[in-house]
């Protein structure tokens, strides 16, 4: 798993690559720590290398939005294969995310 941060504009975007499977999520957080310390730039998680997702990647993505709502901000997810829309639709996080 890679995770790669910019800000474009205002905008902080999460290029996530690889499987962010219970393993990498760990990890993952770490990396992502600066989107967890944002408190105010709208957030785009791009996940169009992302080819797979976990619970624990779930919960990592529900953590950022929880972060977003607190402080006011935007988190968007752009780029879902559709195995990703078929797991996001399914546990219900789908409605949850602004879709790019």
């Given amino acids: 798993m890679k995770t790669t941060i910019q800000q474009i504009d205002q905008q ?3 290029l996530l690559e690889g499987e962010l499977d219970t393993a990498a999520a760990v990890e ?3 990396q992502l720590k600066p989107l967890f310390d944002n408190t105010t730039l709208d957030t785009v998680l791009d996940c169009t290398a992302l ?3 976990s619970s624990s990647g779930l919960r990592l993505f529900l953590s950022i ?3 977003g709502k607190a402080h006011g901000f935007k988190v968007q997810l ?3 294969n ?5 797991v ?3 546990t219900g996080f789908y409605s949850l995310f602004e879709i790019l």
Avoid: S
């Fill in 12 to 14: 902080l975007v999460a």
């Fill in 28 to 30: 993952a957080q770490k």
């Fill in 51 to 53: 080819q797979y997702i």
């Fill in 65 to 67: 939005l929880k972060n």
């Fill in 78 to 80: 752009k780029g879902l």
């Fill in 82 to 86: 559709p195995d990703l829309v078929k």
């Fill in 88 to 90: 996001f639709k399914m």
